[in-house]
């Protein structure tokens, strides 16, 4: 069964700087997607950033960008210039095709101004 | 475009009780999935429907049921509650189910909070 894992449960930065989170699943399927969601206080479930498996290049969205490492099963969030709006539980989760999303634990992320 | 809604927003219930929580998807997303999220198993996934039919099911008892409706409306039911289905339900939805390229990213509503005493 696949799994995933964030093996950081909170991570604290100062606003304006960057932070890494880290993912790391488990596979043995060659295709399949990757997501960065963010839950903030309120709950809402927020798609931050998406990586289709065969594609080589980093997905980045604006201040969000992924580091994809398929061989090693890596796939970590680079958030640069950290605003206080960024504090918030991020989850990873994997997807293969025909199959449920798996979600990681999450990591708190706490952001000091 | 309005995002996925699911109502009620707060449950409160007692143990033995049914309860049946509802969700609207995007407009022309096809697929509903559900996930459950608690403080001690994180987001499990509960099923997913897509052209009224279910297409895939999580590792829950079968208290737990859903449907899907001709305008991909998707509702679950818990039956004979226990203390235990006290969590967070979330509802997803995308336009196509899991497997079609660049269609299948969920979206999330807000939840439903279930309470069971």
């Known amino acids: 069964a696949q799994t995933v894992t964030q093996s950081q449960p909170e991570m604290s930065v100062q606003e304006a700087e960057t932070v890494t989170l880290s993912c790391t699943y488990d596979?043995?399927?060659?295709?399949?997607?990757l997501f960065w969601y963010k839950q903030p206080p309120s709950r809402q479930m927020i798609l931050v950033i998406r990586?289709?498996?065969?594609?080589?290049q980093n997905a980045t969205e604006n201040r969000f960008s992924v580091n994809f490492q398929k061989a090693a099963k890596s796939f970590s969030l680079k958030i640069s210039d950290s605003q206080l709006g960024d504090a918030a539980m991020y989850f990873c989760?994997?997807?293969?095709?025909?199959?449920?999303?798996?979600f990681g634990a999450g990591t708190i992320l706490r952001v000091k101004s | 475009k309005a995002g996925v809604t699911q109502t009620p927003r707060y449950l409160i219930k007692t143990r033995g009780q049914q309860v049946t929580l509802s969700c609207s998807p995007i407009?022309?997303?096809?697929?509903v999935s559900w996930y459950q999220q608690t403080p001690g198993q994180g987001l499990q996934f509960l099923f997913e429907?897509?052209?009224?039919?279910?297409?895939n099911k999580g590792n829950f008892p079968g208290r737990f049921s859903g449907r899907q409706f001709s305008n991909s409306r998707s509702e679950m039911n818990v039956s004979t509650l226990e203390l235990g289905d006290s969590a967070l339900y979330l509802c997803?939805?995308?336009?196509?189910?899991?497997?079609?390229?660049?269609?299948?990213?969920?979206?999330f509503g807000p939840g439903t909070r279930l309470t069971v005493l």
């Open positions: 407009s022309g997303h096809r697929s």
């Open positions: 989760a994997y997807r293969s095709y025909g199959n449920k999303l798996v």
């Open positions: 997803a939805s995308s336009l196509a189910p899991s497997g079609r390229v660049g269609t299948d990213t969920q979206y």
């Open positions: 429907y897509f052209s009224e039919t279910q297409r």
């Open positions: 990586q289709e498996a065969y594609k080589q």
């Open positions: 596979t043995s399927e060659s295709d399949y997607y």
